[in-house]
């Protein structure tokens, strides 16, 4: 069974550019979720696609934006990047209903 | 609104000892309730998920979590610690809709170090 899988696993850019961030679901799932997590901090939710529809969004800008495809693989797209979107960008996936999300290792993200 | 609350960002034991990683949440629904673990560099892995039925949960790794509906608590236990336990820790919750999951919400996690 292929695990969650995340490129790149490091980044670095500047303010004002754009990046995009990858995902690859574990097999057989078909719901993906993204969360930033700052330095000392716990992940908080970005938002999560089900069969390629967003499917609810936690407290983020519109700059940040993302995509499902019909594998179920996941991008994640932030437009304008400022210092403070520095961190870790977790991917996790599930098969929906109440079945757990099991992460990435992640890609981390500097802003210079 | 749904909140967790992680008593101390960091916690030292020694080998050997009992480990306890306190959780509280707030929840207007009853809430599925997860622990994490964080490794350096590493995603998160699941060691144990509450979601309905017994409230003693048993996890991975010999950890364990008591859901206690009175208190509002979580807390993580395993009764002999290992150097390999240290690691970052994250109590998570999540609303029960009618059985679907919805999306974690996390604490800010507390870090085990754990002395020789």
């Known amino acids: 069974e292929t695990g969650v899988t995340q490129s790149p696993t490091h980044l670095i850019k500047t303010r004002g550019q754009q990046v995009t961030l990858r995902c690859s679901s574990q097999s057989g799932h078909n719901t993906v979720s993204w969360y930033q997590q700052a330095l000392g901090q716990g992940p908080q939710f970005i938002f999560q696609y089900y069969r390629e529809e967003e499917n609810g969004r936690g407290n983020f800008p519109p700059r940040f934006s993302g995509l499902q495809f019909p594998n179920y693989s996941s991008e994640l797209n932030v437009n304008a990047l400022e210092l403070d979107d520095s961190a870790l960008y977790l991917c996790?996936?599930?098969?929906?209903?109440?079945?757990?999300?099991?992460f990435g290792d992640g890609t981390r993200l500097s802003i210079l | 609104a749904q909140s967790v609350t992680q008593l101390g960002s960091h916690v030292s034991v020694s080998e050997g000892a009992l480990v306890l990683l306190r959780c509280n949440y707030s929840s207007s629904v009853p809430p599925y309730l997860f622990w994490y673990v964080q490794y350096p560099n590493q995603g998160l892995q699941l060691l144990l998920k509450y979601t309905t039925g017994a409230t003693l949960v048993k996890g991975i790794n010999g950890f364990e979590a008591e859901f206690k509906k009175s208190e509002t608590s979580f807390h993580l236990t395993k009764p002999s610690a290992h150097m390999s336990d240290a690691a970052e820790y994250f109590c998570a919750v999540s609303p029960n809709y009618g059985g679907s999951q919805g999306n974690l919400i996390f604490g800010k996690g507390t870090k085990l170090s754990v002395k020789p």
């Open positions: 996790a996936s599930s098969w929906g209903g109440d079945q757990p999300q099991h």
